[in-house]
């Protein structure tokens, strides 16, 4: 597990990581879910914080993969984002999908939740719950108290005109439960099915695969504190020229503020 300093909090992170043959023996021993319709599930925010530079964070990427094809906990729906973080740049390879916005969304929430080191890799649970992102059982254990929470209902569509090179995202936001903090939404378009050969640093000689790769992260607006029944979502989110439409996917989410817990969220692929 890679840190990197934080500072104005103190907190005692868990122990050593568990080794990838442990881990896939474990996760073996977790059963799929019943199958459920999408509409009857509470959607549940997974965020992984990695990067290619980062020897640890292989195991916890097939994790996330593993958590969204198998949606093992019943009654929730996993909506995966992988973030990866710049701060391992480095260590001889630049992450292609790294960025300095990631590293510091990881940031709030180590402040937020009370974590004195940034690490690679971390899964933040519905923003609620920060884990070392390559442990199952705790995973699961962190998803099964996620879905608990009530949530805010979004109803959304992301649809991208014939040649067009951004997507428009429409939707409705209802029954937002209270927060402390100003719940804001945001936007991510993801893109699943990514494939790196690594040429040097730490997994240097590897071939690297993720799922849900944040390719954009966009925020769209706070809600007011007495926030109407059904609050309109409508914006434009521009597309990289390189992104494959087929694997691209729009992640809508409300949060209560900057690494505050996530209120609500929906994951839609886009149409034409």
């Given at each position: 597990?890679?840190?990197?300093?934080?500072?104005?909090?103190?907190?005692?992170?868990?122990?050593?990581?568990?080794?990838?043959?442990?881990?896939?023996?474990?996760?073996?021993?977790?059963?799929?879910?019943?199958?459920?319709?999408?509409?009857?599930?509470?959607?549940?925010?997974?965020?992984?914080?990695?990067?290619?530079?980062?020897?640890?964070?292989?195991?916890?990427?097939?994790?996330?993969?593993?958590?969204?094809?198998?949606?093992?906990?019943?009654?929730?729906?996993?909506?995966?984002?992988?973030?990866?973080?710049?701060?391992?740049?480095?260590?001889?390879?630049?992450?292609?999908?790294?960025?300095?916005?990631?590293?510091e969304r990881?940031?709030?929430?180590?402040?937020?939740?009370?974590?004195?080191?940034?690490?690679?890799?971390?899964?933040?649970?519905d923003g609620?719950?920060?884990?070392?992102?390559?442990?199952?059982?705790?995973?699961?254990?962190?998803?099964?108290?996620?879905?608990?929470?009530?949530?805010?209902?979004?109803?959304?569509?992301?649809?991208v005109p014939?040649?067009?090179?951004?997507?428009?995202?429409?939707?409705?936001?209802?029954?937002?439960?209270?927060?402390?903090?100003?719940?804001?939404?945001?936007?991510?378009?993801?893109?699943?099915?990514?494939?790196?050969?690594?040429?040097?640093?730490?997994?240097?000689?590897?071939?690297?695969?993720?799922?849900?790769?944040?390719?954009?992260?966009?925020?769209?607006?706070?809600?007011?504190?007495?926030?109407?029944?059904?609050?309109?979502?409508?914006?434009?989110?521009?597309?990289?020229?390189?992104?494959?439409?087929?694997?691209?996917?729009?992640?809508?989410?409300?949060?209560?503020?900057?690494?505050?817990?996530?209120?609500?969220?929906?994951?839609?692929?886009?149409?034409?």
């Amino acid at each position: 597990m890679a840190k990197a300093p934080l500072r104005n909090r103190s907190s005692a992170l868990a122990g050593p990581l568990l080794t990838l043959a442990l881990a896939a023996v474990l996760w073996a021993a977790l059963p799929a879910a019943p199958a459920a319709g999408e509409d009857e599930l509470t959607p549940v925010l997974v965020e992984l914080f990695t990067s290619q530079g980062c020897s640890s964070c292989p195991p916890a990427d097939d994790l996330l993969r593993t958590l969204e094809r198998n949606q093992p906990v019943a009654g929730a729906l996993i909506i995966p984002l992988s973030e990866h973080v710049d701060y391992w740049n480095r260590l001889g390879w630049r992450d292609p999908y790294s960025s300095r916005r990631f590293s510091e969304r990881q940031r709030e929430y180590a402040e937020s939740i009370g974590i004195d080191a940034l690490y690679t890799p971390m899964m933040v649970i519905d923003g609620d719950t920060a884990i070392i992102g390559s442990r199952p059982i705790t995973a699961r254990e962190a998803v099964v108290e996620a879905r608990k929470a009530p949530k805010a209902r979004l109803a959304v569509e992301a649809a991208v005109p014939a040649g067009g090179s951004d997507v428009h995202v429409t939707g409705v936001i209802t029954e937002l439960p209270p927060a402390e903090a100003q719940a804001e939404v945001w936007v991510a378009v993801t893109e699943s099915g990514m494939s790196t050969d690594v040429k040097r640093g730490e997994n240097a000689d590897k071939t690297l695969t993720h799922t849900g790769v944040v390719r954009s992260l966009t925020w769209l607006g706070s809600l007011p504190r007495k926030a109407p029944d059904a609050w309109p979502v409508d914006a434009r989110v521009k597309l990289g020229r390189s992104w494959r439409h087929e694997h691209l996917r729009v992640v809508v989410f409300v949060q209560a503020g900057a690494g505050g817990a996530i209120l609500g969220a929906t994951s839609v692929r886009l149409s034409s």
